[in-house]
């Protein structure tokens, strides 16, 4: 048995917006009418669930009809640094390598960020950098982080409005587990440290491309 479902003036004009625009938030397409995302959400609803729109968290409202391979890449193209980053893990470059050890098992990260006065990057450490130095001869407590670490310029960033996608790319190119999320600083004067996209990030959010829930 097919049911039709007959769509309100409001519901068609939801739908032709979603076709030319999706994916699109819940947000911007009641921006677009000048209503509120309450006043749309029974229509939404409706729609998703008469099958017209299907919805992926974060990215938001598509039309069905689209291929999968397209949908795919424009689901992409919404997914941004600035939305899935998470906190960066810093230590001072004067921090000893014993110290900076216990911070890795404190805050259960795998790469801490090394940062100058003012927050700007100066280096990374990851977990085989602390091995590699425990195995050595010298004082973990005497050894200062900036010894051992991976020193500008030669630390791979990203920025707040890259696509996660190159994110991941870079993730993967470089064969490293973590990128910091940097803002350059006005007077040129370094790199601030605003966050961090680990593996671990990539695969949150793979995760979520699969979940359908309203957004
Ligand atoms: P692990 O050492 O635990 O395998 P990684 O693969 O991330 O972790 O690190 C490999 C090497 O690359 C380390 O010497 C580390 O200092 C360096 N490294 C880690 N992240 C970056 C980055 N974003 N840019 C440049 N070098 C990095």
């Given at each position: 048995?097919?049911?039709?479902?007959?769509?309100?003036?409001?519901?068609?004009?939801?739908?032709?917006?979603?076709?030319?625009?999706?994916p699109?938030?819940?947000?911007?397409?009641?921006?677009?009418?000048?209503?509120t995302?309450?006043?749309?959400?029974?229509?939404?609803?409706?729609?998703?669930?008469?099958?017209?729109?299907?919805?992926?968290?974060?990215?938001?409202?598509?039309?069905?009809?689209?291929?999968?391979?397209?949908?795919?890449?424009?689901?992409?193209?919404?997914?941004?640094?600035?939305?899935?980053?998470?906190?960066?893990?810093?230590?001072k470059?004067?921090?000893?390598?014993?110290?900076?050890?216990?911070?890795?098992?404190?805050?259960?990260?795998?790469?801490?960020?090394?940062?100058?006065?003012?927050?700007?990057?100066?280096?990374?450490?990851?977990?085989?950098?602390?091995?590699?130095?425990?195995?050595?001869?010298?004082?973990?407590?005497?050894?200062?982080?900036?010894?051992?670490?991976?020193?500008?310029?030669n630390?791979?960033?990203?920025?707040?409005?890259?696509?996660?996608?190159?994110?991941?790319?870079?993730?993967?190119?470089?064969?490293?587990?973590?990128?910091?999320?940097?803002?350059?600083?006005?007077?040129?004067?370094?790199?601030?440290?605003?966050g961090?996209?680990?593996?671990?990030?990539?695969?949150?959010?793979?995760?979520?491309?699969?979940?359908?829930?309203?957004?």
């Amino acid at each position: 048995m097919v049911i039709t479902i007959e769509l309100t003036n409001r519901q068609e004009l939801i739908l032709k917006i979603v076709q030319e625009e999706g994916p699109i938030t819940g947000e911007q397409i009641a921006e677009k009418l000048n209503l509120t995302r309450a006043t749309l959400r029974p229509d939404l609803s409706i729609l998703t669930m008469a099958g017209y729109l299907e919805a992926r968290p974060r990215v938001g409202y598509y039309y069905s009809g689209k291929k999968g391979n397209q949908l795919l890449k424009e689901m992409l193209n919404k997914m941004t640094v600035k939305d899935y980053k998470a906190v960066p893990v810093v230590i001072k470059e004067d921090t000893s390598v014993y110290d900076a050890i216990v911070t890795m098992f404190l805050e259960d990260v795998g790469t801490l960020y090394v940062v100058k006065e003012r927050g700007t990057l100066a280096g990374i450490v990851s977990r085989k950098d602390l091995l590699k130095a425990a195995i050595g001869k010298q004082s973990l407590q005497d050894l200062p982080i900036s010894v051992i670490m991976t020193r500008m310029p030669n630390i791979i960033t990203c920025q707040i409005d890259d696509l996660l996608i190159e994110a991941a790319n870079k993730l993967i190119q470089y064969q490293i587990d973590s990128i910091p999320v940097v803002k350059p600083l006005d007077n040129g004067e370094g790199l601030e440290v605003i966050g961090r996209i680990t593996k671990t990030t990539i695969a949150k959010a793979f995760v979520e491309l699969g979940k359908e829930k309203e957004v």
